[in-house]
């Protein structure tokens, strides 16, 4: 199946860093999308982005897909940002298909 | 729009008893929905993916008789995790796809944390 790497795993900020996190994929994606998981386990959807380039305030995402790559932009990091950010890929015929996860990042922002 | 309703949030059961997690899409009909399986510090692992009207598909390694997969109807899948053990405490988090999937992607519920003591 579909390999996801993400890096870096730990990351950490002083309060108005910014940062840039990686996500590597193995094979042609359909679906990509990042994710933010809050202290209470919820996965709060940041980006779809099998390709090109988005922005959605102090956040933006490049996925460039025939490298393979995505990476995720977090500009002026505030210690709400803090929490494990999640990749996740959907390859094969279908838009529906399963998606696969990378094994996070792990963002702490200190005041 | 594309809300996706998981229930419950926390539950703790003995030993050898059966727990039911429903995940439920508010505003769409959801044909396909995905039941994951996160533990502590790692990442979330597919389990199953719940077709309506039809038999689910595990992945490799979930057994089928004791992660049992409903979904009877376009709003609602059901995870019922049969003869629970400790190792079956984890959290587990379900998603659903709609036409709104290839625009906007997936979107989770807020996930069930099993503890089986």
């Known amino acids: 199946g579909i390999q996801v790497e993400q890096s870096p795993p730990d990351l950490i900020l002083q309060e108005g860093a910014n940062s840039t996190l990686r996500c590597n994929f193995s094979?042609?994606?359909?679906?990509l999308q990042w994710f933010h998981q809050n202290p209470w386990g919820q996965l709060i959807n940041l980006f779809y982005?099998?390709?090109g380039t988005k922005q959605n305030g102090r956040l933006s995402a490049t996925t460039v897909a025939t490298e393979r790559y995505s990476l995720l932009y977090i500009s002026s990091s505030q210690t709400t940002d803090s929490g494990v950010y999640f990749c996740?890929?959907?390859?094969?015929?279908?838009?529906?298909?399963?998606?696969?996860f990378g094994q996070g990042t792990i963002l702490t922002v200190h005041p | 729009g594309a809300v996706v309703s998981q229930h419950p949030s926390r539950v703790i059961c003995k030993s050898g008893t059966s727990v039911k997690i429903e995940c439920r899409s508010l505003?769409?009909?959801?044909?396909?929905m995905f039941w994951y399986r996160q533990f502590p510090k790692q990442s979330l692992m597919l389990m199953a993916t719940?077709?309506?009207?039809?038999?689910?598909?595990?992945e490799q390694g979930v057994e089928k008789d004791k992660f049992l997969i409903n979904h009877a109807s376009l709003t609602l899948s059901t995870l019922t995790v049969t003869s629970a053990h400790p190792e079956d405490s984890s959290f587990y988090i379900c998603s659903a796809s709609s036409q709104g999937a290839i625009t906007h992607g997936y979107t989770f519920g807020s996930g069930t944390r099993l503890t089986v003591v």
């Open positions: 719940s077709n309506e009207g039809s038999k689910a598909t595990y």
């Open positions: 982005i099998p390709s």
């Open positions: 505003d769409f009909q959801a044909t396909t």
């Open positions: 996740a890929v959907g390859s094969g015929g279908t838009s529906y298909g399963k998606l696969t």
């Open positions: 094979d042609s994606v359909n679906n």
